[in-house]
């Protein structure tokens, strides 16, 4: 019943998919506050609205780029997610970060196309300087504009050197306001990195995660046989998405803060990989099957 309900886009289904959103905000905001003060309310709703500028940008990214058919799992796994891991709802830090490489994602994947190869360089790598600024592993995410140049064979000298001059432009603004204030440090531009798994021991965390690295094993694999058996333009934009997925996994793993939060990287290409597969499954049955589990792992969260 509900792979069929979201199987359409209508705005029925956005509608309920937001409600979905602020209800898990509402239960993540009573369970992390002692106390309703004007400060903390406010916030919480700034950090509400990054939230909700994401799904929506997430969206958009997906159709102006083809990534998935007309349907809406991808915004439906996405509030999921965040229902799962209600922690990246509090990380400003985070959130702010993710924001500005979905920015970044959205002229990445759109070098398909032949218009303004050199404009959307330079931003792509101009957003994900941005996130580096606020969380330095996002550094890392530079990689998935020459793996977008190698995909889409625009990788030549002049396009290999813009993604460099866009990412080190904030960088280089930011040590300037630094320096000008005197805030400049040797520990500025330090990358921090932290290995303490022990708060993924918690059932809250352990379980929604186990779900979702299983399925990932269990859907990349055979969605990428299908998709590179057909000749077609998504091969090139499947390609950018699996590494996308990778380079994920690989910022979460050195991140310092470990308590869920730094999960949120992984949401957007997970989404993606998610709807990808459920498109190409035949029986309606296991759809329902996948889409069911995870609505009942993302309850079951808040009771754990």
Known sequence: MIAKFFNKTKPMNTL???????????????????????????????????????????????????????????????????????????????????????????????????KNTTEKLFDSAFWIGVATVIHPWCILFTALIYSALNAFNKLTLRNAIIPLVGVITPLFLYGVYLYATDQFTDETFQLLYGFDFSKYNSLSVVVPLALVLGMLLWTVIPTTFQIISVNNEFRASWAILVFNLILSMVVIIPSPVKDGSELL????????????????????????VFLYLFVTVTIAVYFL
């Not at 369970?31 to 909700?52: K, P």
């Not at 940008?57 to 780029?65: A, G, P, S, W």
């Open 16 to 114: 309920i998919e937001l409600v979905l959103l602020v209800i898990f905000f509402l239960f993540t905001f009573l369970n992390d506050v002692s106390g309703v003060e004007v400060s903390t309310i406010f916030s919480r709703l700034f950090l509400l609205l990054i939230v909700l500028l994401s799904l929506f940008l997430t969206n958009f990214i997906v159709r102006k780029n083809s990534l998935s058919k007309k349907n809406s799992y991808v915004i439906l796994l996405f509030v999921l997610f965040i229902g799962m891991f209600p922690n990246t709802m509090l990380s400003k830090e985070i959130l702010l970060s993710n924001f500005f490489l979905l920015i970044a994602y959205r002229r990445i994947y759109s070098l398909r196309s032949q």
């Open 265 to 288: 990287y992984l949401f957007f290409p997970a989404s993606l990989v998610f709807t990808n597969y459920l498109e190409r499954v035949k029986e309606k049955w296991f759809k329902e």
